[in-house]
């Protein structure tokens, strides 16, 4: 699975980012040289719709007096992408997410796995024993053991329900697998391993054994996307 599809067109240069990072700005450099600034409305604009100018030190150099030394320009997720499919229903039936939730947040859609697939991806162990190549991660599930991928979810409680459906359209939206929606907030975030699934968590949804439709892993819109160029899998 690819954890970033963000285009290289872009001239920005991602600064070193873990799996599950949070540190998820990016240097710009319109010229050879860095740009320097006091505040963000010193920088240049990033010409991306997904990302916003931050004017900070780079983490070698935060304990800098900024009153003697200036910062650095980077570029930072715009943090005001708002998730919250009810606002986009009720706002516009038709909008490209709103579709989607209609027909892909149906709670009718997460069945449950069936007798002969427990102890498969996703799926509840077999006899307290998951197939070969798998172990139960922390909820209870059978996942596999590379830490670079989502944990395995099941949509167990209705607030979970539609959960891949808010996590895609930030996925899309930001052309980067590590975003969810975090349902407190009702924003898009970089998922944190340390809090629960749907409320800024890492995972992935998977339904009778496979991992949700819902996911799209094809190429996403570009610089210039706005809400209406998110996509999603399962056909839609």
């Not at 830490?147 to 808010?166: I, K, W, Y």
């Amino acid at each position: 699975m690819t954890t970033s599809r963000i285009p290289v067109a872009l001239g920005l240069v991602l600064a070193t980012l873990g799996t599950f990072g949070v540190s998820c700005t990016a240097i710009l450099a319109p010229r050879d040289d860095v740009q320097r600034c006091g505040t963000a409305d010193d920088c240049d604009p990033t010409g991306d719709n997904r990302y916003v100018p931050a004017c900070r030190f780079d983490e070698d150099n935060l304990d800098l007096d900024p009153s003697q030394v200036d910062k650095i320009c980077v570029a930072d997720f715009k943090p005001s992408v708002g998730c919250d499919e009810q606002s986009y229903i009720n706002s516009n039936p038709e909008h490209v997410y709103s579709k989607a939730f209609d027909e892909l947040g149906d709670i009718t859609r997460y069945a449950a796995c069936a007798p002969e697939q427990l102890g498969s991806l996703g799926c509840l162990p077999m006899g307290g024993a998951c197939n070969q190549g798998l172990a139960l991660n922390e909820l209870g599930l059978c996942d596999d053991a590379n830490e670079a991928t989502p944990m395995a979810v099941q949509a167990t409680t209705e607030e979970l329900v539609g959960q891949d459906v808010r996590d895609q359209f930030c996925r899309s939206f930001f052309c980067d697998d590590r975003f969810v929606c975090n349902t407190s907030t009702r924003f898009c975030v970089v998922c944190d391993p340390d809090k629960p699934f749907g409320e800024g968590g890492c995972g992935e949804i998977y339904i009778a054994g496979a991992r949700s439709c819902a996911y799209d892993d094809d190429e996403c819109a570009g610089a210039d996307v706005t809400d209406t160029d998110v996509r999603f899998g399962c056909g839609g």
